[in-house]
């Protein structure tokens, strides 16, 4: 019952927040609205902004022979063609014509088409000259040639120790998901962590931690903290997911690709559900346990913005070097510490053959370190709750670290 | 026909605790008994904090017990105990009313009877019309209200308080007492540190007082006070004293008020019978000089401060009263 009195409260009071619910509600307003919003008033600008396309047609020699008349698109203006440059050039000095574009009889070796005007015409009248074109010119390729070109090529991992195996047709795919959701799940785990290392420090500051301790045991003060903070970031994720999944439907609708049915079917959904929340976790263990050690309450954000830094490394390192050797001594440990396992794993399990001993062990690794974390935390709590701790400051570490050293030299010998 | 002893509300027997190389407290022993107001005095630094934490299980002592509530600290009896920190101890962001009954439904009581009771225990104190003020914009005064009441929302047991009295004017602190003196008179026990001594007179009827982790004092108010006061006798009348047997020292400090100060063996009703039977001095009154908790406060840590005194078994310091700075008589 006290667990939950002090979980709403740690939940309520945090939602309640003015940057909670900035961030909270203006990210996902942020990504969907601004693109919309964005271009609708950039096609407002232009129309008032932009002289009106010229509505006399133009003119089109193609002596090269690429283009069938009978395909002509007519919108925004009608073309018509010529024999040669110099009837275009009459016509164009008459006024009968905007412009005229030559595609030369040398175009496949060149590439060029050459424009003639008075006035430039409007940038839809280029692009319809352009897309008519590509469009010919595919349709005078196979379509098995085309599908390959469009494709790109496939490439196939094979490391020396046997272990890696090809890209599956749809990693890119996958990969590009696996990242979208570490990132925003990571974000938010950040976002409440740093709530975590406030909450923690500023109570112990103000004392409250004190009578807390009085009245509670350490477990159900660290338990109801935990879940209230947890329960914030998951509405936070409840919000973006959900913004998320208007933006699937909509791509869906708009692509044909069913991305929501992709990920509910898709054969890792359960180790990604488990890293990322041991990872979750993890963060705010953390968290609280710096929190406790006071390195000053209110630098939260900026503690773990800098953590936030770290882990878009971790990401980039992931994303753009882990897929051309996922099997490295560097990738297996990455992706079995626990720090760095949900990233990493992850990546790996789409881009390579992840031996099954590697993806339970390092579940069990991450796991055990959540049990043995929330213990850490527990004596972390007991031991610097009303202790004047100093404050943790890079020489007072470097400090601590020679220290320690000296006592383990002492104890080897 | 047999007596039997109340249990005592907190006992705490030969305690000792270190943080790293520094004692904190050292062999400390006390007892409060229900229906008592119990001073843990000592100056700055002395381990009052450290005995208070042991007491509610914050820290674990390195050596000997401590019971409370009549066994070792569980969660039923960390219930029947009110806290108070030194300043702060509430949340500065929150209301004052949500705070109290956020405190008080970890206390184990019910949100409709932590509202009422909070309700009630803020128009007591005066603060009805800061119900929904936030924490932070509070006077410290009202703010040491309110912790007040955060610690007996609850009706604890056992109450301790540091610094009840802090930034409290006298009106307040009038207030604050009569709420200690009420758990009091209903058989709860309160432990209290306080710098403002004569408040601790007036409220408590045991004291202890701790120096460098050490108790170097304890024992009833009134009899403390007559244990330092045997050396000094306050006359008041007209005439002239000279000195006399067993007399080391005569101040006036009035026209009508004399201080003795006796050697430690002098018998006072001899040197007032000296008096009397003199034709020099008329004598309107005649007392034994008792010095204030402050005076002896001063005196002892003084002396402490240099070389540590001679302790006794029971961790008691066995100090020669000696002639006290000023004198206040009763």
């Known amino acids: ?413 | 026909m047999t007596s039997t002893l109340p249990v005592p509300f907190v006992s705490v027997r030969n305690v000792r605790k270190t943080f790293g190389s520094k004692e904190a407290v050292t062999d400390v022993s006390f007892e409060v008994l229900p229906g008592q107001v119990f001073g843990l005095l000592g100056p700055n630094g002395a381990g009052k904090t450290t005995t208070i934490r042991m007491i509610l299980d914050i820290f674990k002592p390195d050596s000997g017990t401590i019971e409370v509530l009549g066994g070792s600290i569980s969660q039923a009896r960390k219930d029947r105990i009110g806290y108070m920190p030194e300043e702060r101890g509430l949340y500065p962001h929150m209301r004052v009313l949500d705070c109290l009954v956020y405190l008080g439904k970890l206390k184990g009581l019910t949100g409709l009877e932590a509202r009422r009771r909070a309700v009630a225990f803020l128009e007591r104190l005066e603060l009805a019309g800061q119900h929904r003020q936030k924490i932070e914009t509070l006077s410290r005064g009202m703010t040491q209200k309110v912790q007040v009441i955060a610690a007996v929302l609850h009706y604890p047991d056992l109450l301790i308080i540091d610094e009840p009295f802090a930034n409290l004017d006298p009106i307040n602190a009038q207030l604050v007492r009569d709420i200690i003196l009420e758990l009091r008179d209903q058989g709860k026990a309160v432990i209290m540190t306080s710098h403002q001594l004569n408040l601790v007179e007036a409220l408590c009827d045991r004291i202890v007082l701790i120096h460098h982790g050490r108790v170097v004092l304890q024992g009833q108010v009134a009899e403390v006070r007559r244990r330092f006061a045997r050396n000094v006798l306050h006359l008041s009348g007209s005439g002239r004293l000279d000195l006399l047997p067993g007399v080391t020292h005569i101040e006036r400090r009035t026209a009508a008020d004399w201080y003795l100060t006796l050697l430690p063996e002098a018998d006072p009703q001899t040197i007032l019978r000296t008096i009397v039977s003199s034709d020099a001095f008329v004598l309107d009154k005649f007392d034994v000089a008792l010095p204030s908790l402050d005076e002896i406060f001063v005196q002892i840590v003084r002396e402490q401060s240099g070389p540590a005194g001679p302790l006794d078994t029971s961790g008691t310091a066995t100090l020669e009263p000696n002639p006290l700075p000023t004198i206040r008589s009763t």
């Open chain 1, 1 to 413: 019952m006290r667990i939950l009195t002090i979980f709403w409260r740690e939940y309520w009071s945090n939602i309640t927040r003015r940057s909670y619910l900035i961030f909270t509600f203006g990210f996902p307003l942020f990504v969907i609205a601004l693109p919309v919003v964005g271009g609708i008033a950039l096609a407002l600008v232009l129309q008032t902004l932009l002289p009106a396309t010229d509505p006399r047609p133009i003119g089109l020699i193609d002596q090269a022979a690429l283009l069938s008349p009978a395909n002509r698109p007519n919108n925004p203006v009608d073309i018509v063609f010529f024999d040669n440059p110099a009837i275009a050039a009459q016509s164009l000095a008459d006024g009968d014509i905007q412009a005229y574009y030559h595609i030369p009889s040398d175009y496949w070796q060149s590439g060029q088409v050459i424009i003639t005007y008075q006035t430039a015409p409007a940038s839809q009248v280029d692009k319809m000259v352009t897309n008519w074109l590509e469009a010919e010119i595919r349709g005078k390729i196979p379509s098995s040639v085309l599908a390959r070109v469009d494709a790109g090529p496939i490439i196939t991992h094979q490391g020396i120790s046997g272990e890696s195996a090809a890209f599956a047709e749809n990693n890119l795919l996958e990969s590009i998901m696996v990242v979208v959701i570490i990132y925003f799940v990571r974000l938010a785990g950040s976002f409440t962590a740093s709530y975590m290392f406030d909450t923690i420090a500023n109570e112990s500051q103000d004392r409250t931690l004190e009578i807390l301790i009085t009245t509670v045991t350490p477990l159900q003060l660290v338990a109801g903290k935990f879940l209230g903070l947890l329960a914030v970031g998951l509405t936070q994720l409840g919000m973006w997911l959900g913004a998320l999944l208007i933006l699937t439907l909509g791509a869906g609708y708009f692509f044909g690709v069913n991305l929501l049915s992709y990920l509910l079917g898709w054969e890792h959904l359960g180790l990604m559900l488990s890293a990322l929340a041991a990872t979750y976790i993890l963060d705010h263990i953390l968290a609280a346990g710096m929190g406790l050690k006071r390195i000053s309450s209110g630098s939260g954000h900026l503690l773990f913005n800098s953590a936030n830094m770290l882990m878009t490394v971790i990401l980039l390192y992931a994303f753009y070097f882990l897929p051309r050797n996922p099997d490295t001594f560097l990738a297996v440990a990455a992706s079995l510490f626990p720090l760095t396992a949900a990233v990493v794993l992850l990546i790996r399990i789409v881009t390579s053959e992840v031996p099954l001993w590697q993806v339970i062990l390092s579940q069990l690794l991450m796991w055990g370190t959540v049990i043995g974390g929330v213990f850490w935390l527990r004596r972390l709590l007991e031991a610097n709750l009303v202790a004047h701790a100093e404050p943790m400051t890079w020489p007072v570490l470097f400090k601590n670290g020679i220290a320690g050293l000296k006592r383990l030299v002492i104890r080897a010998k």
